[in-house]
């Protein structure tokens, strides 16, 4: 049928296939309803489109000023496409650019060109290669998106985005990632998650979290392991296994980690809790240090009041106001106004106001200003020095 203007509705049986008269396209005033198998070749517009069983296909651009409503059919939309509200139960194709308000579809959506939307709602599978422009993206099962700049996004199953921004919540409930710079509000994944550089509110993650780049966020909790290649800035850290950090970690409040703590540049935090080992090159905690296993830093470890396991090691400088090293620990130096050391321990050096040593305790070299008290069969390769004012600390 070749058509041009209809004041009023179209309704068009199976198989039908639609041209224009002349170089404007076709235009409808009203519903242009398809039942069947439909295929229009040049522009259309019209108040409102219904398709029905079958395939529709637009080869031109597009433009419903209405609701664009499919039922148990196939949409495929070759080129520019306009539409008010757009509701497919089954797929819908886009190849050119596309804008409407509300879009959902019961199937998989899938679009090369750019995408704008108020609301996208999608059961199956989503895939956008152009940039995503909008409000929320709500996805029942796998979401591959390019660049984005959205509101939320909520999927099921695995998402992933090339880069951009998404302003409020991204909830996914497996696997997701961001290959390139990245800004979110909060994120909470399930599974496994691993985004670019960026910046962000919280982050949840329930298995592991790696990011590519420089990381400034508000709470990171990650239950496995955590990796950043770069800087991270986090308010808060809670990490059930380990952190490794490939550069600088830098902690407003405190870190609790479950297993170690890896860190190639400068440690700075509140508090610290580590129950496995902690290494950096140089750590300053404002707070309490609660490290279970070992230390190892280059240039020291400097906290308020620093606490070393049971066995522990530490290798670098150790300052504090109050440090306490517990049964069976090792350490270099130790500079503190009150040193506790608890039995068999073995310290090459200590610098401190008021000293204790426990029982069977190895000492290479005691300077103390006020009080020095040790245990039975502490040993001593030079003897304890009095001095005042004490040898300054390292750091």
């Known amino acids: 049928m070749r058509l041009g203007?209809?004041?009023?509705?179209?309704?068009a049986e199976p198989r039908v296939e639609i041209e224009a008269e002349g170089a404007n396209g076709v235009v409808v005033t009203g519903t242009a309803d398809?039942?069947?198998?439909?295929?229009?070749?040049?522009?259309?517009?019209?108040g409102a489109l219904r398709a029905r069983d079958g395939r529709f296909r637009a080869e031109g651009p597009l433009t419903v000023h209405g609701e664009l409503r499919a039922d148990d059919a196939k949409v495929e939309i070759l080129g520019p496409l306009t539409a008010g509200d757009i509701e497919v139960d089954r797929s819908l194709s886009l190849r050119s650019a596309a804008t409407a308000n509300a879009i959902e579809v019961g199937g998989s959506l899938e679009s090369d060109a750019a995408l704008t939307f108020q609301r996208l709602q999608i059961g199956g599978h989503l895939r956008v290669r152009g940039p995503a422009r909008g409000g929320r993206v709500e996805v029942g099962g796998l979401a591959e998106l390019g660049p984005v700049e959205i509101e939320g996004l909520g999927v099921g199953g695995k998402a992933s985005v090339a880069s951009g921004?998404?302003?409020?919540?991204?909830?996914?409930?497996?696997?997701?990632?961001?290959g390139g710079p990245f800004t979110f509000g909060d994120l909470e994944v399930g599974g496994l998650a691993e985004v670019g550089p960026g910046t962000g509110g919280g982050v949840e993650v329930g298995g592991r979290f790696r990011a590519t780049?420089?990381?400034?966020?508000?709470?990171?909790?990650?239950?496995?392991?955590?990796?950043?290649?770069?800087?991270?800035?986090?308010?808060?850290?809670?990490?059930?296994?380990t952190l490794q950090v490939r550069g600088a970690l830098a902690v407003s409040e405190g870190m609790e980690i479950g297993g170690t703590a890896k860190v190639t540049g400068d440690l700075d935090a509140g508090e610290v809790d580590v129950?496995?080992?902690?290494?950096?090159?140089?750590?300053?905690?404002?707070?309490?240090?609660?490290?279970?296993?070992?230390?190892?830093?280059?240039?020291?470890?400097?906290?308020?009041?620093?606490?070393?396991?049971?066995?522990?090691?530490?290798?670098?400088?150790i300052v504090g106001e109050e440090v306490e090293l517990n049964k069976g620990a090792d350490a270099g130096q130790v500079f503190g106004r009150v040193v506790r050391i608890g039995r068999d321990c073995e310290v090459e050096q200590i610098v401190g106001d008021d000293v204790e040593i426990g029982?069977?305790?190895?000492?290479?070299?005691?300077?103390?200003?006020?009080?020095?008290?040790?245990g039975r069969g502490v040993q001593f390769r030079e003897p304890p020095q009095r001095a005042d004012p004490l040898p300054p600390p390292p750091l």
């Open 165 to 178: 921004t998404v302003r409020g919540h991204v909830e996914v409930g497996g696997v997701f990632t961001a």
């Open 213 to 241: 780049g420089p990381l400034s966020i508000g709470r990171l909790e990650v239950g496995g392991v955590a990796e950043v290649q770069g800087d991270l800035k986090a308010l808060r850290i809670e990490v059930g296994g």
């Open 34 to 46: 398809f039942e069947g198998d439909a295929t229009i070749r040049s522009a259309f517009e019209c």
């Open 359 to 374: 029982d069977d305790c190895q000492i290479g070299r005691v300077i103390y200003r006020t009080n020095l008290r040790a």
């Open 275 to 317: 129950g496995g080992e902690v290494s950096a090159h140089l750590a300053r905690v404002r707070g309490d240090a609660q490290i279970g296993g070992s230390v190892q830093t280059e240039a020291g470890f400097k906290a308020r009041r620093f606490e070393l396991g049971k066995r522990g090691r530490a290798t670098g400088p």
């Open 5 to 11: 203007r209809i004041d009023g509705d179209l309704l």
